[in-house]
Structure formats: structure tokens, C-alpha cells
């Protein structure tokens, strides 16, 4: 064991984290880190902590940054990470008197978590961007095909006739409440740690409302401890992003097995399926796959942000600083490709509707319209009825309508119950099955279409809370610019 002591950094130290945390942070940060920088000297300026002079000649001094030269600088060791890298060639600039004034009445702390917040809801508007535009072309399918019938399965089994329509709305509506978590999530988000300084604010007089609504936050996180300790407004959006992934996999795995050719229900435009290199004649739906190894890596990515903050100190913690937060990017990075990916894919995609059709007919599917005719028409209980059907299909031999129609028709005579043949033809009708199934949520037309109405206009809703909602991100970044430039020009 040797006795020598390196200085900070030592190699293997720098090599294996300071260098992973410096290209993060150049590739994730930058920007938002300036942000922070030019609201912290307007607020001092503002709350009289620094002077005109000062203020002016930091804010001047950001202006002046060589931008690509930081994101594309080496790390060498010479600074601990990106922070010191920046307010070096800040006092380059500005003059160490006046940029080592910048620092006042702040950590490196609460400027990491507002910066983390800053990116993260960004990302959340990412993600409802690639999200709203699915449900666009998912409410399309389902307008144009709202009374195309279909089998509905459950366990793998063909079950009863539905429409192609009412399959795609129930994925519009999960997609809804991805919005919902969304949106909540980001309210929470959205809040300023800027003033919990390392964790207990500072003896200044800061104004954190300033700083707040200079880079576009709409609430502060109050307490200054649990600014800087508490990791639900992460944890909560991972948890938020694996359960729209989990759905968004379960989605793509339907659309899969419909592109077999056994289903033969979907088929993608030629721009979005790869032939083999050996096998001239396939058609490999492989965006279908890289959406569904997307969404599952956006969904485990999610889960190790939560495994890695688990029983971990309720105070200041790399574990969900630094290392964390690419984790964090990277979650929401495939989660935006996956939908994205799925929503052109599906925007070109045909179905054949005729093979649905006919499938929709076959495997007694109706029957449990057979039954319900019974008891409506005769006044049996459902088990008497269920019990009558399916000792009728339990003898069939074939898919014969027909045939299964006469055999059912002398069992109800056999057991004195008066019913017409005509009503028993009806029962197997799949149009008919899905007709008469128009209560709310049901899968006739007439039920449907309140679902699409209502549907189409909660998405211009949601469409409009993003658009105000980055209108209003984009208002502070103007607001910011405004006050950076009137110190600056009333110094000169």
C-alpha cells in the first residue's frame, strides 16, 4: 500500500466521475446553467446586494462566453466541474472583483436543482408534445373506423365482436391519463429551489419570487431543506413516464401480433418496414419493435432512477444529483422516440378490415348476445341461458351459423322456452352484437361518437395548456432578457 497522497483530483477520481459529470453536465446544463447565472445577478442588483457596476459587468461577462468552447472544452482536472469552468472564464471576463461577487447568497446546491427542474420540465413538454400528437392519429383511426368491426380478445382469446374504433379509443383514453399525470407532475415541477442555497437560504436579502419568475417557475419548493433533500418531483415523473411506457409497450406488442401474417390486420407503408438481406419477399415490422425496446427502456430507465434513490439520506446527495440526472435524460429521451416513432408509423398504417370483419363473426363470438336474447326475450336467469348456449357450442362441429342456429333452436323448444329462430339468427349477427352495445363506452356508433366529441376536445385542451404553458416558459425567458439588458444599457 503505497503512502503516497495525490492531490484533488485524483486520476482515477477525475477519470471516473469528474469527467463523466463535466460532459453531462456540458451536454445537459449548459444553457439553463447561464439562465441561473443572469437571474441570480439581476435579483442581487435588484435586492441592492450588488451594485449596477457589478451586476453590469457580469451580465455582460455571460453575454461574452464562448458557448461552443465550453460545451466542447476537455475536462483536464483543472476545475472541479462545469460551474468553475464557467465562472473562471467569467472572471476572465468580467474581472474577478465583480464576478466573484455573482456568488453571493447562493450553493452549488440549489443551482444543480433548479437546473435539474428547468431540464426536467422541458422533457415533460417533450414528452406530451410526442404524446398528444399519438392520440391525434389514434383518434383519427378510431374516427375513420368507428363502426369497422373487429374481434376483441381477452387472454389471447378471440372473445366478442367489437370495432376498430372502440379498440383505438380505449388507447386514446389511456393516453388521456398520461396526460392527466403529466400535467400534475409538471405544476410540481415547476418550482424554484433558487434561494435554498446549500440548505438553509442565506442571511441576505434575496427576493426568490424574482428569481422565480425570471426563469419561468410558478411556485416556489418553500422550504429550503426540502429544496435541496427531497427527490419526489424526480421520483414522481419516473413514476409518471413507466406507467405511460408500460402502456405504450402493451399497445405496441397488439399492433405486432396484428402485423403477423396469421392476424394480417395492420400493415405499414413501405417507408416503414426493412426487407431481409436473404428473404426477398418479407416485410419487417421493425419500427414496431424499436418502439417497444424504446418504451421498455424508457420504462426500466424509470424504475433504476427510483431503485437508485431508494433509502438514500433525506438530505444533500450525489445520488440523485450528478450521476442521477443522465439517467433521468435518458428515460425521457426514449420515451419521446418511442412515441414518436409509433405515431408515424401508425399515421401511414392500413387495416384490413375485411379480414376483421369476417374474424369478428367466426369462433361463436356473439354468443353472449345468444344468451342475453334469451333472457330478455324468455325471462330465464343468465346461468340458465349460459348453460343452454354453451352446451350448443360445445356440440357444434364448425363455425356454421346455420347449423349452430337450428341446434340451439331445438334445445330452447326442448326446454319449453318460447323464442323465435329469427331472434336466435339476430343474437349471431357481430353488427348486430355491437349495435345493441350502446350504453356509455359501449362500441356502437351511437355510443362511440360521444366518446370521439368528447375525446377531440379534450385534446385541443391539452394542446392548448402546452401551448400557453411554453408561451408562458417563453414570456420569462423575455422578461429575463428585458432586465438583463436594462442594467446593462443603464450602465452604459
Not at 469528474?18 to 439553463?32: K, N, T
Not at 461577462?61 to 467569467?90: C, P, Q, T
Not at 424504446?294 to 440523485?320: I, K, Y
Not at 401508425?346 to 334469451?374: C, H, I, K, W, Y
Request: glycine share 4%; with cysteine.
Amino acid at each position: 500500500m503505497s503512502n503516497v497522497s495525490s492531490s484533488f483530483p485524483a486520476h482515477i477520481y477525475r477519470e471516473q466521475v469528474l469527467a463523466h459529470i463535466f460532459a453531462d453536465a456540458q451536454h445537459l446544463f449548459l444553457p439553463s446553467l447561464l439562465e441561473i447565472d443572469r437571474a441570480h445577478a439581476v435579483m442581487l442588483y435588484r435586492s441592492g446586494i450588488i451594485s449596477r457596476d457589478t451586476a453590469s459587468a457580469c451580465l455582460q461577462g455571460i453575454d461574452a462566453l464562448n458557448i461552443e468552447e465550453l460545451r466542447s472544452s476537455i475536462y483536464d482536472g483543472s476545475v472541479e466541474d462545469l460551474f468553475f469552468l464557467v465562472e473562471k472564464k467569467l472572471a476572465d471576463i468580467a474581472g474577478e472583483e465583480h464576478a466573484g461577487r455573482l456568488h453571493t447568497a447562493r450553493s452549488r446546491n440549489d443551482i444543480d436543482l433548479t437546473m435539474y427542474r428547468m431540464v426536467l420540465r422541458s422533457n415533460l413538454l417533450n414528452i406530451l408534445d410526442a404524446s398528444l400528437t399519438l392520440r391525434s392519429v389514434l383518434l383519427a383511426i378510431a374516427t375513420q373506423y368507428r363502426d369497422a368491426l373487429m374481434p376483441a380478445y381477452t387472454h389471447n382469446q378471440p372473445a366478442q365482436p367489437t370495432t376498430l374504433g372502440h379498440y383505438m379509443m380505449a388507447m386514446v383514453e389511456v393516453l388521456e391519463r398520461d396526460a392527466e399525470r403529466l400535467i400534475a407532475c409538471f405544476s410540481r415541477v415547476n418550482r424554484s429551489p433558487l434561494g435554498a442555497c446549500a440548505i438553509t437560504t442565506t442571511g441576505f436579502p434575496i427576493q426568490r419570487d424574482l428569481t422565480m419568475r425570471l426563469l419561468g417557475f410558478n411556485g416556489l419548493v418553500v422550504n429550503s431543506y426540502g429544496a435541496i433533500a427531497a427527490v419526489d418531483y424526480v421520483a414522481e415523473t419516473c413514476s409518471m413516464l413507466a406507467t405511460a411506457m408500460l402502456s405504450l409497450g402493451r399497445f405496441t406488442q397488439d399492433m405486432l401480433l396484428w402485423s403477423t401474417a396469421e392476424f394480417n390486420f395492420l400493415r405499414l407503408s413501405n417507408g416503414y418496414v426493412q426487407i431481409s438481406s436473404i428473404m426477398p419477399q418479407k416485410r419487417n415490422p421493425v419500427p414496431l419493435e424499436h418502439t417497444r425496446i424504446l418504451a421498455s427502456r424508457a420504462l426500466t430507465e424509470s424504475q433504476s432512477v427510483l431503485g437508485s434513490l431508494h433509502n438514500t439520506p433525506f438530505a444533500d446527495m450525489n445520488d440523485g444529483e450528478d450521476s442521477l440526472q443522465p439517467l433521468v435524460a435518458l428515460a425521457f429521451s426514449d420515451a419521446q422516440r418511442a412515441l414518436t416513432l409509433i405515431a408515424g408509423a401508425l399515421s401511414e398504417a392500413t387495416f384490413n378490415t375485411e379480414q376483421m370483419r369476417v374474424r369478428a363473426g367466426t369462433s361463436f363470438l356473439p354468443v353472449t348476445e345468444v344468451a342475453d336474447t334469451l333472457v330478455r326475450q324468455t325471462g330465464i336467469s343468465f346461468h340458465a341461458a349460459h348453460t343452454i348456449v354453451s352446451a350448443a357450442v360445445k356440440s357444434a362441429s364448425s363455425d356454421d351459423v346455420s347449423a349452430f342456429v337450428d341446434d340451439l333452436f331445438s334445445r330452447t323448444q326442448a326446454s319449453g322456452l318460447s323464442i323465435t329462430k329469427d331472434l336466435l339468427q339476430q343474437a349471431m349477427d357481430p353488427e348486430y352484437f355491437v349495435a345493441i352495445r350502446n350504453i356509455a363506452g359501449g362500441p356502437a356508433v351511437s355510443a362511440m361518437q360521444p366518446q370521439i366529441d368528447r375525446a377531440s376536445r379534450q385534446l385541443l385542451l391539452d394542446q392548448q395548456w402546452m401551448t400557453a404553458t411554453r408561451a408562458s416558459l417563453g414570456e420569462a425567458k423575455v422578461l429575463l432578457q428585458s432586465e438583463c439588458e436594462s442594467i446593462i444599457q443603464a450602465h452604459s
